[in-house]
């Protein structure tokens, strides 16, 4: 009996110590959001300014005559490098970039726009099933992999849509590619992976933060319920990602094995925390501290690009267009005119206002301007009064 009794003790130890190593290496993030008073948003979200100002059009103008190729992809780049290293240059056209059009369009009811974006994405983005994430036109493809963050807003952006008309033959098909391929390749272990393909499984070890589009997720999951888990996952990750009451932003990566957040270079980069801003703002879940801290950064004027996580001091003196224009997006997802006008204030302040340049309209510096910039500007625009 007392060897039968040793026996079964020995048994639970070893079923404890697996269960508590295997909960090291594939559990959820600390519960860090008490030092985050994270508020469900109750007022209206704004919507896009009807008929388009003067500023809106004048920036859709140079994206479209000055960074868009014949074939209707949008240049990462203004000047064309002809470089393809691991980071996109030159006319490279991004899956990024198609689908801040594709919002766009959407945004401000644009059928036409829409459906000449979509058609450009099933013509040349999409591979073997995969919306590749960069390509060169008319060249073979320099990768095989697609981007959850980029196929998320798609996704959602054509969702969307689809409230609004018929999608067209190319939209049904790139949301049913989505609908399809994200669930089963977009996941690992219930977070969600940075990249994938259709040739090898994804051995990500971190998830970008700013790559969870919640509301996307969420959305995604009402069609295919066996990734539900998922957005729990994810959502902690999001909530627990705020740094501190001293710099109300968000670390940029999640280590799941070692249940801890990173920065690159050890320092916060504004826009990753933007994006993380923005998702949660999508989801109608905000931060009183992050938002009254924009607030204060935008109407002076100080909103930089890098911050110390440790002490919060401002690390350069850099303002991003896309900065203001991801702002302005956020005062626009919470019904915050304070913030989305404050942001679309110091907004125009970059844009170039010289009709003799071939940058008119658009924003761009160091005689180059840059898709991400541009197009995030321009969906800040739509509520330019």
Same mark, same amino acid.
């Given at each position: 009996m007392?060897k &039968?009794?040793?026996?079964?003790?020995?048994?639970?130890?070893?079923v404890?110590?697996?269960?508590?190593?295997?909960?090291c290496?594939f559990t959820?993030?600390?519960?860090? @959001?008490?030092?985050?008073n994270?508020?469900?948003?109750d007022?209206?979200?704004?919507?896009?300014?009807?008929?388009?100002?003067?500023?809106?059009?004048?920036?859709?103008s140079?994206?479209g005559?000055q960074?868009t190729s014949?074939?209707?992809g949008?240049?990462?780049?203004? =000047?064309?490098?002809?470089?393809t290293g691991?980071?996109?240059?030159?006319h490279?056209?991004?899956s990024?970039s198609?689908?801040?059009?594709l919002?766009?369009a959407?945004? &401000?009811?644009d059928?036409?726009?829409?459906?000449e974006?979509?058609?450009?994405i099933?013509?040349?983005?999409?591979?073997? %099933?995969?919306?590749l994430?960069?390509?060169v036109?008319?060249?073979?493809?320099?990768t095989?992999?697609?981007?959850?963050i980029?196929?998320?807003?798609?996704y959602q @952006?054509l969702?969307m849509?689809?409230?609004?008309?018929?999608?067209?033959?190319?939209?049904?098909?790139i949301f049913?590619?989505?609908?399809?391929?994200?669930p089963?390749?977009?996941?690992q272990?219930?977070?969600?992976v940075?990249y994938?393909?259709?040739?090898?499984?994804?051995?990500?070890?971190?998830?970008?933060?700013?790559?969870?589009?919640?509301?996307?997720i *969420?959305t995604?999951?009402?069609?295919?319920?066996?990734?539900?888990?998922?957005?729990?996952?994810? *959502? =902690?990750?999001?909530?627990?990602?705020?740094i501190?009451e001293?710099?109300?932003?968000?670390?940029?990566?999640?280590d799941?094995q070692?249940?801890s957040?990173?920065?690159?270079d050890?320092?916060?980069?504004?826009? %990753?925390?933007?994006?993380?801003? *923005?998702?949660?703002? =999508?989801?109608?879940?905000?931060?009183?501290q992050?938002?009254?801290?924009?607030e204060?950064?935008?109407?002076s004027?100080t909103?930089?690009s890098?911050? %110390?996580?440790h002490?919060g001091?401002a690390?350069d003196?850099?303002?991003s267009?896309?900065?203001y224009?991801?702002?302005?997006?956020i005062?626009?997802?919470l019904?915050?005119?304070?913030?989305?006008g404050?942001?679309?204030t110091q907004?125009?302040?970059?844009q170039?206002?010289?009709s003799?340049?071939?940058?008119?309209?658009?924003f761009?510096?160091?005689?180059?301007?840059?898709?991400?910039?541009?197009? *995030?500007?321009l969906l800040?625009?739509v509520?330019?009064?």
């Amino acid at each position: 009996m007392a060897k &039968t009794l040793k026996i079964f003790l020995v048994f639970v130890l070893l079923v404890s110590l697996t269960v508590v190593i295997w909960g090291c290496f594939f559990t959820k993030p600390e519960d860090t @959001t008490k030092i985050a008073n994270y508020t469900q948003l109750d007022s209206a979200p704004l919507v896009p300014i009807s008929p388009l100002s003067r500023e809106t059009l004048n920036c859709q103008s140079f994206i479209g005559n000055q960074l868009t190729s014949v074939d209707g992809g949008i240049y990462t780049n203004y =000047q064309n490098t002809e470089q393809t290293g691991d980071l996109s240059t030159g006319h490279e056209i991004l899956s990024e970039s198609m689908g801040l059009l594709l919002e766009y369009a959407r945004l &401000t009811g644009d059928q036409r726009l829409f459906i000449e974006t979509t058609d450009y994405i099933e013509d040349h983005l999409i591979v073997d %099933d995969i919306l590749l994430w960069r390509i060169v036109e008319n060249s073979d493809p320099i990768t095989d992999v697609s981007a959850t963050i980029d196929d998320l807003r798609i996704y959602q @952006t054509l969702t969307m849509a689809k409230e609004q008309w018929p999608l067209n033959v190319s939209g049904t098909k790139i949301f049913e590619t989505l609908e399809n391929q994200l669930p089963t390749r977009g996941f690992q272990s219930g977070y969600l992976v940075n990249y994938y393909s259709a040739a090898s499984p994804t051995q990500d070890k971190t998830v970008e933060v700013a790559y969870i589009n919640l509301s996307a997720i *969420q959305t995604l999951t009402a069609e295919k319920p066996e990734i539900a888990a998922a957005v729990t996952t994810n *959502q =902690q990750i999001l909530l627990g990602s705020f740094i501190s009451e001293t710099l109300p932003l968000h670390h940029k990566s999640y280590d799941p094995q070692k249940r801890s957040y990173t920065d690159a270079d050890g320092k916060i980069n504004i826009l %990753d925390s933007l994006m993380v801003i *923005q998702n949660l703002a =999508q989801a109608g879940i905000y931060s009183p501290q992050s938002i009254d801290w924009l607030e204060e950064k935008i109407a002076s004027g100080t909103l930089y690009s890098y911050y %110390d996580p440790h002490t919060g001091a401002a690390l350069d003196t850099q303002e991003s267009s896309a900065a203001y224009g991801i702002a302005a997006q956020i005062g626009a997802m919470l019904g915050n005119e304070f913030l989305t006008g404050n942001a679309l204030t110091q907004l125009k302040k970059h844009q170039n206002a010289d009709s003799q340049s071939p940058f008119y309209g658009g924003f761009g510096y160091n005689n180059n301007a840059y898709s991400y910039d541009n197009l *995030q500007a321009l969906l800040g625009l739509v509520y330019n009064k």
